[in-house]
């Protein structure tokens, strides 16, 4: 049994040294006037080509956006003066890597990306075998508060397992009352997201990512071939523009009347505050953690 572990252990940790690899080359791919897409494809390709797949499409979120932005099929949108996010999910055979990373191109917001790195950091020095999640939202909480900014509150960490890139528990980014203690070998996410608005996100704009929730029954052939290309990421969420072009609209909406799909709208702060980002996964460990998405030195 303690094989298998290390077995599956060893998937997470593939998959983060892979993620940290491109992460490190998608951040000299983001520079003023580069289009989005260039850098979404760059990313993905990339993963392809060192055998893993993407754990979901490379998110790109810039200024007050936080999550779920990834371009669309012919996206001509290129970088301005942004503070970009690019969140990118590496798996192999379902074990995943999840890691984020703030690139300030206005050069005005060093203190604001500083504030989500250190938050992450600090939280990376208490996680062990035994810890709560109260604690860890806490540690978080105060790291944001006390560089002079407000961490996003129904933005969150989260756990990590085959197949699912959010599952249980949550990781969150401020203190609450209950929470839940981590054990040795699990694999979550820390993610903390600091800005300068109110510190809540909302949904906005037409989603580009989506991933099925369950196979329904349709009769439009188009979206019949549909489904089952996309039972091929095995829930794991997808991009719009990965998907074969033929009345595609017509079929995600027929898959989307059935219930069959979860969409993922872009989230941006409430008031236009700029957002920043930093995420690793992480191994829980008897006295501390493993970073699985670091660049070894």
Same mark, same amino acid.
């Given at each position: 049994?303690?094989?298998d572990i290390e077995s599956v252990l060893d998937n997470y940790r593939?998959?983060?040294?892979?993620?940290?690899?491109?992460?490190?080359?998608?951040?000299?791919?983001?520079?003023?006037?580069?289009?989005?897409?260039?850098?979404?494809?760059?990313?993905?390709?990339?993963?392809?080509? %060192?055998?893993?797949?993407?754990?979901?499409? +490379?998110?790109?979120?810039?200024?007050?956006?936080?999550?779920?932005?990834?371009?669309?099929?012919?996206?001509?949108?290129?970088?301005?003066?942004?503070?970009?996010?690019?969140?990118?999910?590496?798996?192999?055979?379902?074990?995943?890597?999840?890691?984020?990373?703030?690139?300030?191109?206005?050069?005005? +917001?060093?203190?604001?990306?500083?504030?989500?790195?250190?938050?992450?950091?600090?939280?990376?020095?208490?996680?062990?075998?035994?810890?709560?999640?109260?604690?860890?939202?806490?540690?978080?909480?105060?790291?944001?508060?006390?560089?002079?900014?407000?961490?996003?509150?129904?933005?969150?960490?989260?756990?990590?397992?085959?197949?699912?890139?959010?599952?249980?528990?949550?990781?969150?980014?401020?203190?609450?009352?209950?929470?839940?203690?981590?054990?040795?070998?699990?694999?979550?996410?820390?993610?903390?997201?600091?800005?300068?608005?109110?510190?809540?996100?909302?949904?906005?704009?037409?989603?580009?990512?989506?991933?099925?929730? %369950?196979?329904?029954?349709?009769?439009?052939?188009?979206?019949?071939?549909?489904?089952?290309?996309?039972?091929?990421?095995?829930?794991?969420?997808?991009?719009?523009?990965?998907?074969?072009?033929?009345?595609?609209?017509?079929?995600?909406?027929?898959?989307?009347?059935?219930?069959?799909?979860?969409?993922?709208?872009?989230?941006?702060?409430?008031?236009?505050?700029?957002?920043?980002?930093?995420?690793h996964t992480v191994i829980v460990k008897k006295d501390g953690c493993?970073?699985?998405?670091?660049?070894?030195?």
């Amino acid at each position: 049994m303690e094989e298998d572990i290390e077995s599956v252990l060893d998937n997470y940790r593939s998959a983060g040294r892979i993620l940290a690899e491109i992460r490190e080359e998608a951040i000299g791919k983001v520079k003023e006037g580069s289009l989005l897409l260039e850098v979404a494809e760059f990313v993905e390709t990339s993963i392809r080509e %060192k055998g893993a797949e993407p754990a979901f499409p +490379c998110n790109i979120s810039r200024n007050e956006e936080a999550a779920h932005a990834t371009p669309s099929i012919d996206d001509e949108t290129v970088f301005g003066t942004d503070l970009v996010k690019i969140d990118i999910g590496v798996h192999i055979d379902g074990y995943i890597g999840d890691s984020a990373v703030t690139v300030d191109l206005s050069g005005n +917001c060093d203190a604001l990306v500083r504030a989500s790195e250190a938050a992450l950091n600090e939280a990376i020095k208490i996680i062990r075998d035994g810890v709560s999640t109260v604690e860890i939202g806490e540690v978080i909480e105060n790291t944001i508060r006390g560089q002079g900014y407000k961490p996003v509150v129904n933005l969150s960490g989260h756990g990590l397992i085959r197949y699912n890139s959010h599952a249980p528990p949550t990781i969150p980014n401020v203190r609450y009352e209950h929470g839940v203690i981590l054990k040795e070998n699990d694999v979550v996410a820390i993610e903390p997201f600091a800005t300068d608005g109110t510190g809540k996100v909302v949904e906005s704009g037409n989603p580009e990512i989506y991933s099925l929730t %369950k196979a329904k029954p349709v009769r439009l052939r188009e979206a019949k071939k549909l489904l089952e290309e996309i039972k091929n990421y095995q829930g794991l969420p997808f991009a719009k523009r990965w998907l074969p072009r033929e009345r595609l609209d017509l079929a995600l909406r027929t898959l989307k009347n059935t219930g069959a799909l979860r969409e993922y709208p872009v989230l941006r702060e409430e008031e236009k505050g700029l957002i920043s980002q930093a995420e690793h996964t992480v191994i829980v460990k008897k006295d501390g953690c493993e970073v699985t998405t670091k660049l070894s030195l």
